[in-house]
């Protein structure tokens, strides 16, 4: 079982940034961690991921702006979002289970209640 909770959600202007937390329970170096969003209205989809081999993958529209990293020590993993969009306004989750797709919603297993990120234009 693994618990996960977000954090740095906040409101920021186009162009800013940001950078979200996800603190679980267990050991998330042997785990594939990733994070997803969803807007209102919309699906929830793949934002970024990192695998337990450390391999990294991006959905094209944050690809260059945003980067996932994970700090084993503390259990920890991270998603900097630089160079912010209006349409990345969302709910953003964290999730992660042993074995992934990486942009596939269904094989993460445990998920964080999400934080939210509003960026105005």
């Known amino acids: 079982q693994v618990q996960l909770e977000e954090s740095g959600g906040g409101m920021v202007q186009a162009g800013g940034s940001l950078r979200l937390s996800c603190a679980a329970s267990?050991?998330?170096?042997?785990?594939?961690m990733g994070w997803f969003r969803q807007a209102p209205g919309k699906g929830r989809e793949f934002v970024a991921a990192?695998?337990?081999?450390?391999?990294?993958y991006y959905a094209n529209s944050v690809k260059g702006r945003f980067t996932i990293s994970r700090d084993n020590a503390k259990d920890m993993v991270y998603l900097q979002m630089n160079s912010l969009k209006p349409e990345d306004t969302a709910v953003y989750y964290c999730?992660?289970?042993?074995?992934?797709?990486?942009?596939?919603?269904?094989?993460?297993?445990?998920w964080g209640q999400g934080t939210q990120v509003t960026v105005s234009s």
């Open positions: 999730a992660a289970n042993r074995y992934t797709t990486y942009d596939v919603l269904s094989t993460y297993a445990y």
């Open positions: 267990g050991r998330t170096s042997s785990i594939d």
């Open positions: 990192l695998k337990n081999n450390g391999n990294t």
